[in-house]
């Protein structure tokens, strides 16, 4: 699975600095936060929030590789965005 393509949306609110939206192969999209955390910007991916309060993601990649594509991707396209 590649991304194709992400766009970044600012919503500056707080520590939550936008929504970026990533396009796997050109057919799925995840819309994931970009929030301001103490050692800087984290990206998250969707999560839900159960009866207990726990968090727990909803959409996630399953190797590292993935992962850090998606990161990568994700802050290039919020510089890109100021």
Same mark, same amino acid.
């Given at each position: 699975?590649?991304?194709?393509?992400?766009?970044?949306?600012?919503?500056?609110?707080?520590?939550?600095?936008?929504?970026?939206?990533?396009?796997?192969?050109?057919?799925?999209? /995840?819309?994931?936060?970009?929030?301001?955390?103490?050692?800087?910007? +984290? $990206?998250?991916?969707?999560?839900?929030?159960? *009866? =207990?309060?726990?968090?727990?993601? /909803?959409?996630?990649?399953?190797?590292?590789?993935?992962?850090?594509? +998606? $990161?990568?991707?994700?802050?290039?396209?919020? *510089? =890109?965005?100021?």
């Amino acid at each position: 699975m590649k991304i194709t393509k992400t766009t970044f949306k600012k919503y500056e609110n707080g520590r939550l600095k936008g929504f970026a939206r990533i396009v796997f192969d050109d057919s799925f999209a /995840v819309i994931a936060r970009v929030v301001q955390g103490k050692n800087g910007l +984290i $990206v998250a991916l969707p999560d839900h929030i159960n *009866k =207990e309060g726990k968090r727990s993601l /909803v959409a996630f990649p399953l190797t590292g590789e993935l992962r850090q594509e +998606i $990161v990568e991707n994700v802050i290039k396209a919020y *510089k =890109e965005a100021e």
